[in-house]
């Protein structure tokens, strides 16, 4: 039976995940909120660099339209 | 649980926020208005610049379709 | 409170616009209509170069699906 | 007040129209039809060459979503 | 007064049309169907090269979202 | 008269079709399924190569949004 | 007679699919979760690289709309 794909974000609410945007980019905070486009808010959000330091952001919105994939960070 | 994910916009009116647009670009700009397509209107707008001063717009819609990410600038 | 964002078009009808084009191009020219698409006409719209001239147009209706970002010319 | 966007083509049925496609590509041709899409129908239309002479096509339907913008041939 | 756009696809059944697609491919065939997608079916379609010799197809289905414009082919 | 353009896929299922996507790359094999947003599923699938081999799939769904055009293999 | 094309989908919970993403990279992982736009939930996910080892994820959600094509990994 599947479950509803979204549940992955209900029960990573307040937990560090990882969103790759179109083109590459990687963004890394704490879910605080999302909808059903998958718009997605991130708190203590960090930007990951190919080289170096990831560049900080705090809160953050991403539109779901930019994002290709979301991933839990385990710990 | 979940907030909505606009709230962060409604809380910035008046603020000043970064908007980063598809292929790079970043505005930044007193948060006037949204709509929920993602449009937005910035007052005292200007975009930043790779080398140099950033260049000034003053009023600004922003297409929400153009938009990647938004993010409040921290004071 | 947040204004409707269409409300900087409704109150620059017959003023100066700049319209910036998805890949960059910008047009220039007084705004006669827009739409909930933001598909827009210009009069007398020109249409900026990197260098030189720009070109005239006269009127001009633009697809709201290629548009980035619309702002008022400050006079 | 603001015109309905779409009226600057319907007054221009049967006069020649300038089309230019996302790409950068131009059409111009005598306007026949079009629709709420945008999807346009030229008659004696021709492909505009950077170099040399343009290509005749006849009769040609664009899909509205292949357009960027439109303007009427001043005579 | 406007005829609709698809009356030139309607005229064109069992007819040579021309599709040029996003990305600049030209395809040519006898229009058997059609729908308001814009999604057409082509038969005897052949796929014009720059050089050399058009490749053979025979039936085709061509999604609507990749057609740039269409051409009846004069005789 | 049109016939409905997917008539072509109804007539077949069960029969070998190539597929071409966005970005050019062909697929070949069994037409299984379909549905009005022209996802397809293909049995014995394979992706056509440039050089060498094809590379083999087995059962495979293709989104309708990445399709270009599809067109059974004639026999 | 057609049968769905998530069909494919339906049986394939809990067994290890192949996701190929626009842009080509491709993800590999046990389908958890799928809906009806496509959006995907693998478990132990990976991603196949061109040279070396994978890069593990866990579990994973990818948007329906970044997919050209799923693909069931035979045993």
Redesign the interface.
Known sequence: ??????????SS?GSQILVR??GGRE?RGKL????QH????LED?EELKQNGEPKK????????????????V?K
């Open positions: 039976m599947s479950e509803t794909t979204l549940a992955i974000l209900a609410i945007l179109k963004l605080k909120s999302y909808d998958l718009n997605i808010v959000a952001h705090g809160l953050i919105l991403i539109r779901g339209d930019s994002i290709v994939l979301i991933s839990p385990s």
